[in-house]
């Protein structure tokens, strides 16, 4: 028997609210916001059943089928990028029904794991952490374990930067099954690195708004295509918050099911604004340039890339932590002395690497200055080149 206190809770003891310094804020989620786009969260609320509301989430929502490529529905969520995996199995399949997953690293270690405990039969395909998936490998794998109904794949995989070809991925998985709904996890991929959902006939596509949106964390954005919509209408997977129906429902007339985070909205709305006119082409290379140099830095530091291949992530890179270095030593000298706050390593690899986020709002001085600063603290350490 559990048994409940009945006693009278008092006014907690806490630490004070104390400002947030100014960092150089270099993970891979949650990415810096420009200050323009915090100032437009600081606008008064509206009603979310209103017109203002509706004007926002149209110009939203058009942008957003831009930015993925798609002329189907893309429906916003209060969630993180997580939601976005649990949306996907939710909306799209049956107790019981086979999936392939396809894992190149944590997160997509995370999908398989939800798709198992939505009680699919997942059929794993693992690549060593570092590397991309082969096409042919994964095209093997496919043909030895049909029949299937869907195959998961993440984009850019962030524990190990790495960016699969979902291009060449797509071709594969589409000769082997031309019905398979293909799941991108895209998180922290789109808005940074090509990814066309339509033209590279991609199922389901979702991405978080704290990592290439230059927004803070909170909304997860999610495309279906026609092939998922109609997989949705007989998926028996239980789901409510996430289901497309309502959402689908309700953004015909310019709502939410339910309450939306109408501060995120205001960001994501001037966010998208920033990028049309930034150009994606030149997102697109920004991100390519940004990559190129953060490896570049790395290697002339005499450091070694888990990535060290055309694959190589051009949102997120992960470093080897050279011998004899503690990694959480560094990353704490680094963040107290330097303000330069970078992420380690997840899963197999803590404490083997760390990584720097190069994505979404990338101040290229800020960047310099990372590379800069851990030059500094690992000579510190006793690193030699
Ligand atoms: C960040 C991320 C997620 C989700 O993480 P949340 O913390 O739930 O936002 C999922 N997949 C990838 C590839 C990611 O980078």
Redesign the pocket.
């Known amino acids: 028997m559990t048994t409940q206190t009945r006693k009278a809770i008092a006014i907690p003891q806490v630490e004070p609210r104390k400002p947030i310094p100014t960092q150089n804020l270099r993970v ?2 949650p990415t810096p916001v420009p200050a323009r786009i915090l100032e437009e969260m600081a606008r008064p609320m509206i009603n979310h059943r209103g017109p203002e509301f509706s004007a926002i989430l149209r110009r939203v929502t058009a942008r957003l089928q831009y930015f993925f490529q798609t002329a189907s529905p893309v429906m916003t969520f209060p ?7 649990e949306a996907a199995i939710a909306n799209l399949f049956s107790t019981g029904d086979h999936v392939i997953a396809i894992s190149i ?4 270690d ?2 398989a794991t939800i798709a198992g405990k939505f009680g699919l039969k997942v059929t794993k395909i693992d690549f060593p952490w570092g590397e991309a998936a082969d096409p042919e490998v994964v095209a093997g794998h496919l043909k030895a374990s049909a029949p299937y109904k869907g195959v998961l794949v ?6 190990t930067g790495v960016t699969n070809d979902i291009e060449a991925l797509s071709q594969v998985i589409r000769q082997n099954n031309p019905d398979a709904l293909i799941v991108v ?5 789109l808005g940074c690195v090509p990814l066309e959902m339509d033209p590279w006939d991609l199922d389901v596509v979702f991405t ?1 708004s ?2 290439g949106w230059m927004t803070p ?1 909170g909304l ?1 954005m999610i495309a279906a295509g026609p092939r998922a919509l109609e997989a949705n209408k007989t998926a028996n997977l239980p789901r409510f918050y996430f289901d497309w129906q309502l959402a689908l429902k309700n953004l015909e007339k310019g709502q939410h099911p339910t309450t939306p985070p109408i501060s995120l909205f205001y960001a994501l709305d001037l966010a998208l604004e920033l990028m049309l006119e930034e150009g994606r082409e030149t997102i697109f290379q920004r991100h390519k340039q940004d990559g190129d140099y953060v490896r570049g830095r790395a290697k002339a530091l005499g450091l070694r890339l888990l990535a060290d291949h055309p694959n190589a992530s051009n949102t ?1 890179s992960a470093i080897l932590t050279p011998e004899g270095i503690e990694t959480k030593a560094m990353l704490k000298k680094l963040r107290e002395e330097d303000g330069v706050v970078l992420a380690g390593g997840q899963g197999q690899l803590d404490g083997k690497i760390f990584r720097i986020g190069h994505l979404g709002h990338v101040v290229e001085e800020e960047l310099a200055a990372t590379l800069d600063r851990l030059e500094v603290r690992l000579t510190e350490l006793g690193y030699k080149k």
């Open positions: 891979p989620g969630a993180s990028g997580t939601g976005g995996q690293g944590n997160f997509g995370r999908l993440t984009h850019n995989e962030t524990s996890d895209a998180v922290s991929s978080g704290q990592k964390p997860m997120v």
